[in-house]
C-alpha cells in the first residue's frame, strides 16, 4: 500500500511564479513528514520536516510546507521560483516510531521556465 | 559537516556478477539505509540497519543481503546481478540519539548497469 503519494511528476513554473509541490500521506498515527531536493547529480538534501511543533514548517531556499491533519496532505510551497530551484523534490514519511523506517514518494520534477 | 561516502560513482557489472557497494559514514550514526532510485518511482528502500549487525528489510529486498560488521560501514551486495537491477543507489544515515526525525544524510550515489 501507497504511504505517502506525490501528485504529478513533473511541474512546470515560470520564474517569478508560486511554487506548489503536492504530497498526501496515509498513516493511522501522527506522522513524521520531510520534504528533500536532489540537484542533479547530487545526493539528496533535507529541505524541511515536520515535528509537530507548528504545522507551518519552514525550511531553507524560502521553501515552506502546511502539515493539513484533515486532508492528510504536506503540500510544498514557495511564494517567488527562482531558476535555481530546478531539482527533483521528494516528500518522505515515517510511519513507525518503532523502527523509524523512512518511506518516500516517487518524486516531482520541478522544471522553471524563464 | 556530515560525510557519507560511496565508494563507486559509476560500476558496470555483467548478469551474474556478485557485486559489492560500499557506504561510509564519518559521524558515529546509528542507522543506515540503502535505496534504490528508478524514474517515475522515487526511493525504494532495500534494507536498513539499526545498528552495528543488526538488520531490516525494506520494501524491496528480493536479491539483496546486507552487511553491518562495523559502525561506519554498510555494504550492499548482489549476489547475483542481473539487468532489472541497473538502477541508482543511494546510501544513508542518521542518528537516533534525539529521535527518529533527525534527517538522513545521503551519498551521492552508485550509478549501476548490469549487462
Known amino acids: 500500500a501507497q504511504s505517502v503519494t506525490q501528485l504529478g511528476s513533473h511541474v512546470s513554473v515560470s520564474e517569478g511564479a508560486l511554487v506548489l509541490l503536492r504530497c498526501n500521506y496515509s498513516?493511522?498515527?501522527?506522522?513524521?513528514l520531510f520534504w528533500y531536493v536532489q540537484y542533479p547529480n547530487q545526493g539528496l538534501q533535507l529541505l524541511l520536516k515536520y515535528t509537530s511543533a507548528a504545522t507551518l514548517v519552514k525550511g531553507i531556499n524560502g521553501f515552506e510546507a502546511e502539515f493539513k491533519k484533515s486532508e492528510t496532505s504536506f503540500h510544498l510551497t514557495k511564494p517567488s521560483a527562482h531558476m535555481s530551484d530546478a531539482a527533483e523534490y521528494f516528500c518522505a514519511v515515517i510511519l513507525s516510531s518503532n523502527t523509524g523506517k523512512l518511506i518516500f514518494g516517487q518524486g516531482t520534477t520541478l522544471q522553471v521556465k524563464p | 559537516d556530515v560525510k557519507v561516502t560511496q565508494s563507486s560513482r559509476y560500476l558496470v557489472k555483467r548478469t551474474g556478477e556478485k557485486v559489492f557497494l560500499e557506504c561510509v559514514q564519518d559521524m558515529d550514526h546509528e542507522n543506515m539505509f540503502w535505496y534504490r532510485q528508478d524514474p517515475g518511482l522515487g526511493l525504494r528502500l532495500i534494507y536498513f540497519s539499526y545498528d552495528v549487525k543488526m538488520k531490516e528489510k525494506g520494501d524491496i529486498p528480493e536479491g539483496y543481503s546486507v552487511s553491518r560488521e562495523k559502525k561506519e560501514r554498510f555494504s550492499l551486495i548482489l549476489e547475483s546481478a542481473s539487468t532489472n537491477q541497473t538502477s541508482m543507489y543511494l546510501c544513508?544515515?542518521?542518528?537516533?540519539?534525539?529521535?527518529?526525525?533527525?534527517?538522513?544524510?545521503f551519498g551521492n550515489g552508485t550509478r549501476l548497469t548490469v549487462t
Open positions: 544513508a544515515s542518521r542518528t537516533t540519539k534525539r529521535s527518529y526525525n533527525s534527517p538522513l544524510h
Open positions: 498513516s493511522s498515527v501522527p506522522p513524521y
